[in-house]
């Protein structure tokens, strides 16, 4: 059986770290085309329908998604900035690395170290 130690969690785990990397840089794009694809969408329905009334509300129902998708835009941020409260320690750098830059190489040449390093400790004996 396989225990995660503390001082190298974030080497063990930083495949796992990679994908919220990545999921992170894909909302940072996703997010804001949404917004401007939608925000068209119920802009001109509202003005074909030429109401006044549909008007104001589409251009609510835009101001809603425009805060939304600011909120969620800077949750990488605020990734960002808690991740550097630990960038002194070393234990942490892989997570901080992965997170913030998941296309770079330091991810994966930390989790293939950790893992590299830990090949007696992956056999099982067959008693």
């Known amino acids: 059986m396989y225990l995660l130690d503390a001082s190298t969690f974030c080497a063990d785990t930083a495949n796992v770290w990679q994908v919220i990397g990545?999921?992170?840089t894909v909302f940072k794009i996703v997010i804001p085309l949404l917004l401007i694809i939608f925000g068209m969408i119920d802009i001109g329905k509202a003005v074909t329908s030429s109401k006044e009334?549909?008007?104001?509300?589409?251009?609510?129902?835009l101001m809603?998604?425009?805060i939304a998708a600011v909120v969620?835009?800077?949750i990488p941020t605020?990734?960002?900035?808690i991740m550097s409260l630990v960038k002194n320690a070393p234990d942490y750098k892989p997570c901080r690395k992965c997170i913030t830059n998941p296309g770079g190489t330091y991810c994966k040449d930390a989790a293939n170290l950790i893992w590299n390093d830990d090949d007696d400790t992956s056999t099982v004996s067959s008693n």
Not at 53 to 61: L, M
Not at 78 to 81: E, P
């Open 22 to 24: 990545w999921v992170l």
């Open 53 to 61: 009334d549909e008007i104001k509300k589409a251009t609510g129902a």
């Open 64 to 66: 809603r998604r425009a």
């Open 72 to 74: 969620v835009f800077f």
């Open 78 to 81: 605020l990734v960002g900035v």
